[in-house]
């Protein structure tokens, strides 16, 4: 049996195991993911040869990379083309490399000090089966960079893209509405470009200087390297991830994710085995999440989302992790009230797991007879659905039922 470490049996209280015979050091605890991720172990997804974060040295000068040299150039499309787009997208006052105006990082720092936002956000990449991780991302809204180039007029999508190595063909962009930009609902959630996350500056492998983070999407739209805003009359989305079969508005999905860590495990019969795993919230919130045990002999197929013994199976629920106490969990200067999406006079999100956000969950199952198994877990959303509905079109978001293989032994 592992040994629990002081952390751990601090986690493990939290979560109310209660131990009152059994010497602290024994207390089974489930490993769970931790709430923030550190910014350099989030999962990497990076496009471009060489990628922007292995530059060094001139190099990373010269990409405009490193806070001094960090420039962002916000123009707009000359675009037009009958019927679609019968005049451009214009600008009064571009900000170019070119008229030596580029928003550089003090004007950014320098206008967060008025309009400043910080928002938890799960980064998950829509063709992946598990969360890349967790941030407290702080920045800027778009609308008030591009409030900076004065009176535009006639657009209707803002795309942005990162540093690629000056070749057209590894440009990743993607993009948002104009009023998904400007008309933020009081209280909603801004796009932003952020240049802090978990309280320290935005390291070169999360994206920085600055990144864009859309905090109802996936990864695709949180551009890294971000050095430029682009505005435009054509209403078609062109995002990089459109070329490649992905819906391009897609949304974050309430989806519970199984920790890889049980598949292959050999448990020993009479200890508990714990099922572990993050639940993320999307718009339709979080009722519960559930897990279902079942024994197996030889190889089993696949069981499809539909299959009759999934959605008869016993599932039993699940135990989310606990808030933490907030005040010391967010970085030093960011008081709960702050926080997009919390509460300001409780001083907690308005739901847990917080919209676009996500949290551990675990179930500990006890005297399981000797045999192979499959875990399963879902998530079930306020309007009562079950994982993978209401949207199981796999180009939406990985929301498949994950299952994981272990074994307990005699
Ligand atoms: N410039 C740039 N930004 C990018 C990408 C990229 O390849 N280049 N990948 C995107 C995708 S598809 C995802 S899922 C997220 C991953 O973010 P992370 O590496 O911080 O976890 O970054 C997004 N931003
Ligand atoms: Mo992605």
Redesign the pocket.
């Known amino acids: 049996m592992n040994l629990i470490t002081r952390r751990r049996f601090l986690r493990a209280s939290s979560l109310g195991i209660a131990a009152a015979s059994v010497s602290r050091a024994e207390i089974p605890a489930p490993k769970l993911q931790p709430l923030l991720t550190p910014d350099l172990d989030?999962?990497?997804?990076?496009?471009?040869t060489p990628?922007?974060h292995t530059l060094v040295g001139e190099a990373l000068l010269q990409a405009r990379l490193t806070p001094e040299t960090w420039r962002c150039e916000i123009t707009a499309d000359a675009f037009i083309e009958d019927p679609h787009t019968k005049v451009p997208a214009t600008l009064q006052k571009p900000l170019t490399l070119a008229d030596g105006n580029a928003l550089d990082l003090p004007t950014l720092m320098e206008l967060g000090k008025k309009h400043e936002v910080h928002f938890l956000k799960a980064?998950?990449?829509?063709?992946?089966d598990t969360p890349?991780?967790q941030g407290l991302w702080t920045g800027v809204p778009l609308r008030e960079v591009l409030k900076l180039c004065g009176r535009m007029n006639n657009v209707r999508r803002i795309y942005f893209?990162?540093?690629?190595n000056h070749d057209p063909k590894q440009v990743?962009k993607?993009s948002v509405s104009y009023t998904q930009c400007f008309e933020t609902a009081p209280g909603d959630l801004p796009i932003f470009l952020a240049y802090r996350v978990n309280g320290a500056p935005l390291s070169l492998?999360?994206?920085g200087p600055v990144?864009?983070i859309v905090p109802w999407s996936?990864?695709?739209?949180?551009?890294?390297?971000?050095q430029h805003i682009f505005v435009t009359n054509d209403a078609r989305n062109n995002d990089t991830?459109a070329h490649g079969n992905n819906d391009p508005d897609s949304v974050l999905k309430t989806a519970a994710y199984v920790d890889k860590s049980l598949e292959g495990q050999k448990i020993p019969a009479g200890q508990p085995v714990f099922i572990t795993g993050q639940v993320v919230s999307g718009p339709s919130g979080l009722q519960r999440v559930e897990y279902w045990l079942r024994r197996i002999e030889g190889e089993p197929q696949p069981l499809a989302d539909d299959a009759p013994e999934l959605l008869n199976a016993p599932w039993k629920p699940c135990e989310l992790e606990a808030q933490p106490d907030w005040p010391s969990v967010l970085p030093q200067g960011v008081k709960p009230s702050q926080v997009l999406a919390f509460d300001a006079a409780t001083g907690r999100p308005q739901s847990w797991p917080s919209r676009y956000g996500m949290c551990a969950y675990h179930a500990m199952v006890k005297n399981l007879p000797p045999g192979r198994y499959e875990a399963r877990a879902r998530s079930v959303d306020l309007n009562g659905y079950a994982q993978p509905e209401p949207r199981p079109l796999q180009k939406t978001g990985k929301n498949g039922i994950q299952v994981r293989r272990f074994e307990i032994i005699a």
């Open positions: 989030f999962y990497d997804v990076s496009r471009g990628k922007p980064m998950q990449c829509l063709n992946i890349l991780g893209w990162g540093f690629h990743f993607s492998e999360r994206g990144r864009m996936h990864g695709y739209k949180s551009i890294k390297w971000l991830y």
